[in-house]
């Protein structure tokens, strides 16, 4: 299958880009590299430097059968301080890239949503069902495609999925988390175990949690590239569905800390900080829907499988 990978020069796009690959599947990346790094895009994919709102070209030239979409702004803090970036790029953007998809008439596409679109949910673990009440405007931003794509479905037959994740770690085909801002837990532990970050903050040790610290749901990113592998022949013409991606448990920022103390053998200094407004206590997804309808399952479910994985991509060298 000819598919275009937009955001295929991230995190996440590049480890799906290589299972894509892998696959053999003919894969063309579109990515604007503002967060993205052009080396992060596997060896065998065509690479177009653009922007989603630039988008039509590539597509008429490419003429892809399917579009995986991960190209957005994801930073939460900076959605409220700088609203406007994040409903140009992550809903102007994805409009721009569903109209050039129509022009073509390639109406098959798997989005990268988010847990961000359920707000602070009222119960754990969070369903499909669950009601959707954004916090942020990068949440907001996300579930405006999301209900996007449910009336492109329905006007224009397109057949899709939008895959809203929890937490994403670990490593796949030589591939981790790089980003100029890290905000993410596991990267930050492991660059206070390297030694380039000082300590670890923890945001509150009061949560009604068994150990005080907040607890968040984990996938790895390899069965995150699976899930979007079984999702993308999944839905028929006319239909949008929805999906969970997150192992079902969840861990704490604690058990987080131990775990990376434990892969790496050093120390990580904590310190205790005030809870965030609007953290809250557990986040933990239910993936029994995918589960039922496509028969994915994380087969990399261990905390210390994750960090092990990043650990040994992002490690120093021996002195």
Same mark, same amino acid.
């Given at each position: 299958?000819?598919?275009?990978?937009?955001?295929?020069?991230?995190?996440?796009?590049?480890?799906?880009?290589?299972?894509?690959?892998?696959?053999?599947?003919?894969?063309?990346?579109?990515?604007?590299?503002?967060?993205?790094?052009?080396?992060?895009?596997?060896?065998?994919?065509?690479?177009?430097?653009?922007?989603?709102?630039?988008?039509?070209?590539?597509?008429?030239?490419?003429?892809?059968?399917?579009?995986?979409?991960?190209?957005?702004?994801?930073?939460?803090?900076?959605?409220?301080?700088?609203?406007?970036?994040?409903?140009?790029?992550?809903?102007?953007?994805?409009?721009?890239?569903?109209?050039?998809?129509?022009?073509?008439?390639?109406? +098959?596409?798997?989005?990268?949503?988010?847990?961000?679109?359920?707000?602070?949910?009222?119960?754990?673990?969070?369903?499909?069902?669950?009601?959707?009440?954004?916090?942020?405007?990068?949440?907001?931003?996300?579930?405006?495609?999301?209900?996007?794509?449910?009336?492109?479905?329905?006007?224009?037959?397109?057949?899709?999925?939008?895959?809203?994740?929890?937490?994403?770690?670990?490593?796949?085909?030589?591939?981790?988390?790089?980003?100029?801002?890290?905000?993410?837990?596991?990267?930050?532990?492991?660059?206070?175990?390297?030694?380039?970050?000082?300590?670890?903050?923890?945001?509150?040790?009061?949560?009604?949690?068994?150990?005080?610290?907040?607890?968040?749901?984990?996938?790895?990113?390899?069965?995150?590239?699976?899930?979007?592998?079984?999702?993308?022949?999944?839905?028929?013409?006319?239909?949008?569905?929805?999906?969970?991606?997150?192992?079902?448990?969840?861990?704490?920022?604690?058990?987080?800390?131990?775990?990376?103390?434990?892969?790496?053998?050093?120390?990580?200094?904590?310190?205790?900080?005030? +809870?965030?407004?609007?953290?809250?206590?557990?986040?933990?997804?239910?993936?029994?829907?995918?589960?039922?309808?496509?028969?994915?399952?994380?087969?990399?479910?261990?905390?210390?499988?994750?960090?092990?994985?990043?650990?040994?991509?992002?490690?120093?060298?021996?002195?």
């Amino acid at each position: 299958m000819r598919v275009l990978v937009a955001g295929g020069a991230g995190y996440i796009g590049s480890v799906v880009t290589a299972a894509l690959l892998s696959g053999g599947h003919e894969v063309t990346v579109l990515d604007d590299l503002s967060t993205g790094h052009a080396d992060a895009v596997p060896e065998g994919a065509t690479f177009v430097q653009a922007s989603l709102h630039d988008s039509a070209p590539v597509l008429a030239d490419v003429r892809p059968e399917a579009v995986l979409h991960f190209a957005a702004k994801s930073l939460v803090g900076v959605s409220q301080t700088q609203p406007e970036d994040y409903w140009h790029t992550n809903v102007g953007g994805s409009l721009a890239l569903l109209e050039a998809m129509r022009a073509v008439d390639c109406r +098959r596409i798997v989005f990268s949503s988010t847990a961000a679109t359920y707000g602070e949910p009222e119960s754990v673990p969070i369903t499909e069902d669950a009601p959707t009440r954004p916090t942020n405007t990068y949440g907001a931003s996300k579930l405006a495609v999301d209900h996007m794509l449910t009336s492109y479905a329905v006007a224009h037959r397109f057949a899709a999925v939008s895959l809203r994740y929890f937490n994403v770690a670990g490593a796949g085909f030589g591939r981790g988390e790089r980003h100029a801002t890290e905000t993410h837990l596991i990267p930050i532990a492991l660059q206070v175990a390297a030694g380039t970050r000082e300590a670890i903050t923890v945001y509150g040790e009061d949560y009604p949690t068994p150990d005080g610290t907040c607890i968040r749901d984990y996938v790895h990113v390899l069965d995150l590239a699976d899930a979007h592998l079984l999702a993308l022949p999944a839905p028929a013409p006319g239909e949008h569905r929805v999906y969970n991606l997150g192992n079902g448990t969840g861990f704490s920022v604690q058990q987080v800390v131990d775990a990376v103390r434990e892969v790496t053998g050093h120390p990580v200094p904590v310190v205790v900080g005030a +809870r965030r407004a609007g953290d809250p206590a557990q986040l933990v997804a239910s993936s029994e829907r995918i589960r039922a309808d496509l028969g994915w399952a994380p087969q990399h479910a261990e905390l210390t499988t994750m960090v092990r994985d990043a650990w040994e991509l992002s490690r120093p060298a021996p002195r």
